[in-house]
Each structure stands twice: as C-alpha cells, then as structure tokens.
C-alpha cells in the first residue's frame, strides 16, 4: 500500500556521503531546500565548513557561494528526522576478493535507520550490484519501520567526471522506485534535473548503471584491440577508428594506455561477481588492463631495450583535465617500468597528492630519455618541444593519447610512437607524414 506522504521542504534533505557526486548534488538541491551534508572525513567537513572546495568542478565554486545557510556540512547525521535521505557512499571493490564492498553504503542505511520516521524519503546513489536495494539498503532501513511507511529508490548518477555539475542537470534519470509515491517524491528532489525522467524499479536501476558502464568499458577495450592490430599492420589507427566511425552505425571509442577512474574498472565486476557465464565483460577488463604494459612495450622499442634509461611520464590523473587518480593505469605504468629497470619522473599539473613523487615540470623532464604522454591534460597539447630537446638527454616521445604534433618533434629530431600508430614501427619516416596523409 502506497503512503501518501507529501513532501514537506521545510523538513530538509540531508545528503549522506559529500564526494565527486555528493557534494556538487548537495549543493544544486540547496538552490531550493535546506541540505545537511554529511561526510565521515573530518578534513574534508572542516573544509567545507571554512568556506573551501576539496575537490575542483566547473561550476561547483559559483553552487557553494551561491548555496550560503541553505547548506551545511557536518560528521553526523542529524538527530531531527529529515524529509529526505540521500545516500552516496562511495563502493569501492575489495582488493583481495575483488568483490563490491558495501560497508559505507551499509553504514549510512543503519545510520539512516535510527532516525527514519513515518513518511520520510530514501534515496540511494551509490553504484551496487543488482539486487543490493532490496536485500541489503531497504532490509537495513526498515529496522524499526515497515518498508510501506517509507518511501525508497535507486537514483544512480551518469555525470562525466569533468562536467559534474552540468551533466547532473541535463543528463536524461532513470529513478527505480519502490511505489508511485515514492517515484513522485524522487521526481521532487529531482526536480532541478532539465533531462527526461525514465521511471522503472530498484534492481533495473542497479543494472542499467552498471551495463552503461560495462558497455563504455568493453568499448574501449575494442579500440585498444584494434590500436594493437593497427600497430600490427603498420597503419595508422586512429585514422583508421575515425574513418569507421564515418559509418552511420559505428562509434568506436578512442585507444589510451588503460582505463581508470572509480567507476569503468570497477563497474563491470559488480555484474560479474556472482556468475562465471561471462567471459566478453572480463576480456574487456583484460584488454584494457593490459594497455600499460603494452606502453611500456613502446618505449622500450622506442629505446631500443637499453637499459638505465630515465623516462618521464606526463599526466598521472586517470584521463584530461581532471585530478582524480583513482585507478590510474600511470600507477600501474609507472610500478611495471621501475621493475624493469627504468628510472621514473612523473609530472602532472592538475594532481596534487600522489602515491608516488611528481615533479615541476622542467625537473622532470631534465635529462630524461623519453618522454611517456598517459594523460589527455590540455596542458599537454602544445608542449615546448625547444626547451624541452635542450632539458632532455635522449629525444624520443610516446603519446598514448594522439595530442602530439608530429611534425613539430620529428622537426626537432625527436623519434615518435604513438599508440595505436604502427607506420612509425615500420621504419616509417614520419618527417613524409605530410606525403602520406591524403587531403581530408
Ligand atoms: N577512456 C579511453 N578511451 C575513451 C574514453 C575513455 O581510454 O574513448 C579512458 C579514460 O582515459 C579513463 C577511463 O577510460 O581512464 C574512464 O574515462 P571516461 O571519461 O570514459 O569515464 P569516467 O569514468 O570519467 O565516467 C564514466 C561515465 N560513464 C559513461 O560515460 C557510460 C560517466 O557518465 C559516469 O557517471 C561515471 O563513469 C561514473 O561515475 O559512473
């Protein structure tokens, strides 16, 4: 039986968990609510509380002073029951069993227990494994009440990492309700969205996250399988990959040196986990993960297998222009390279914390080998190839991303690899590129 609950702003909306998604959603529903915002790092509450952003989103510092006593950030839940809870704890995957680790989304559901009160909202946001709505979030929830007295549903977010704040208001929503009511309470909290709201139920919702992530996934393992034949062939592949894509019912993804982020490595194993029947999804995984290792097998044609040679990476963060690096393929480049002799200077203009050392940039370019472009850092897009053939000991450049102007650095007497670009493997003279590429 549906409770017809109405909803009541003046009772405020408290948002559980204030990362990459949470905050900037916090901060949009401020523009129309009172939003408690809770967070279990104290550094990052007091941050917030001083006026500061933990993280940089366009159009997130315009949300924070525009938010002003509409939105606060505490440690806590609070005591007094809120209109509405969301919850977008962060569901990292275990790294021994490889299986999604629920404790934060847990965690926020029993905290979110002992305040529910008749008629009160839950929304979840976090990624989960089909299924976790239902035998995990809602049973958790309904410790004192019954599941009719409180409405629910799996809201998952689509936002680019990047374009946060834009992409949650004009991105199409899927929200998978428990019941009518509650699909309209969500309608409400969303009401900032300008997309297309797409109702269906919690465990559909946990899917459709996770298969439009899998799908992005598999995709880039194709365009790195089809870098990997180019190479074969001694073609150029992203000519070949756009030249496809000119086909009304193609779009291939671009190839790089493997996928990051806390969201394409990982997603593909929440729908995995319980089932050997796929082997297309974990192949994908495969391909992928094995790009850093295939960049390393650039540079080490490249330097001809010489050994002691010192190497610069440019760009730590998982993809351009952002400065998160969590699942950056540059942590594995950079461990699988000092394991095979190499001597390793990282730089990134856009990363401030590090597992690893990053330099200024001239530091980390003096009398390096070879230069190893991973991430798509705009920054990267005209370097100052001059300065940087005087700063360098050797002259050779990977890019793994296909910023480089190729002239510009064979005109230097740089030797050039490019990922997924097989002519430069096959003694081709990139200094006749001009000859080779036809008018387009
Ligand atoms: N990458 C490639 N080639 C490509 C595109 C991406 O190698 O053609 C790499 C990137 O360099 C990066 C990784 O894949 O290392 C992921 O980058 P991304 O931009 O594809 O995706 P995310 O992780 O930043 O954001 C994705 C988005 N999902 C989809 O586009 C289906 C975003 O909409 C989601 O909200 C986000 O995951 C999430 O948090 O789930």
């Known amino acids: 039986m549906a409770w017809n609950r109405e909803s009541d702003h003046t009772k405020g909306t408290c948002v559980i968990g204030l990362g990459r998604i949470g905050l900037p959603l916090a901060l949009l529903l401020a523009r129309d609510r009172n939003v408690i915002g809770v967070d279990i790092d104290e550094d990052h509450v007091d941050s917030l509380q001083a006026g500061e952003l933990p993280f940089s989103e366009p159009g997130l510092e315009t949300l924070f002073d525009a938010a002003g006593d509409s939105f606060e950030a505490h440690t806590e839940i609070p005591d007094d029951s809120q209109e509405t809870y969301v919850i977008v704890t962060p569901t990292p995957l275990e790294p021994e069993t490889r299986v999604a680790d629920l404790s934060a989304v847990r965690g926020a559901a029993e905290a979110v227990a002992n305040v529910l009160t008749p008629g009160n909202m839950v929304v979840l946001e976090s990624t989960v494994p089909p299924g976790t709505s239902k035998q995990v979030v809602i049973p958790t929830l309904a410790e004192e009440l019954d599941p009719a007295e409180f409405g629910y549903a799996h809201c998952p977010e689509r936002a680019l990492p990047g374009n946060t704040v834009e992409e949650m208001v004009t991105n199409h929503r899927v929200i998978g309700a428990t019941d009518g009511t509650s699909l309209n309470d969500a309608r409400d909290l969303y009401s900032f969205v300008e997309g297309s709201i797409h109702p269906t139920d919690p465990t559909t919702a946990e899917f459709v996250k996770l298969i439009e992530n899998t799908y992005r996934d598999v995709n880039i393992a194709a365009a790195n399988e089809f870098a990997k034949l180019a190479e074969r062939n001694g073609i150029d592949g992203r000519s070949a990959i756009d030249l496809a894509n000119k086909h009304p019912r193609v779009n291939i993804l671009t190839p790089g040196p493997g996928v990051g982020g806390h ?39 490249l330097l001809d297998g010489e050994p002691n040679r010192r190497l610069t990476v440019l760009g730590v963060a998982y993809k351009g222009d952002v400065s998160d690096i969590r699942e950056t393929p540059a942590s ?18 856009h990363v401030e914390e590090y597992e690893y050392e990053l330099s200024p940039f001239e530091e980390a370019v003096e009398g390096s080998d070879c230069l190893v472009v991973l991430a798509d850092h705009t920054e990267y897009h005209r370097l100052p190839v001059e300065r940087i053939g005087e700063l360098m000991r050797g002259a050779a450049i990977i890019d793994t991303r296909g910023l480089i102007q190729e002239r510009r650095w064979t005109d230097a007497g740089f030797r050039i690899r490019i990922l997924g670009d097989g002519r430069q493997a096959r003694g081709f003279d990139a200094t006749r590129l001009h000859e080779q590429q036809p008018e387009s």
């Open 263 to 301: 969201c394409l490595p990982i997603d593909p194993q929440f729908l995995t986990q319980l089932t050997n029947e796929s082997r297309m999804i974990g192949v994908a995984r495969e391909i992928n993960s094995s790009m850093p290792a295939h960049t390393l097998g650039l540079v080490r044609e």
């Open 332 to 349: 594995r480049f950079y461990r699988l390279a000092r394991n095979e002799g190499y001597d390793v200077r990282l730089h990134d203009p």
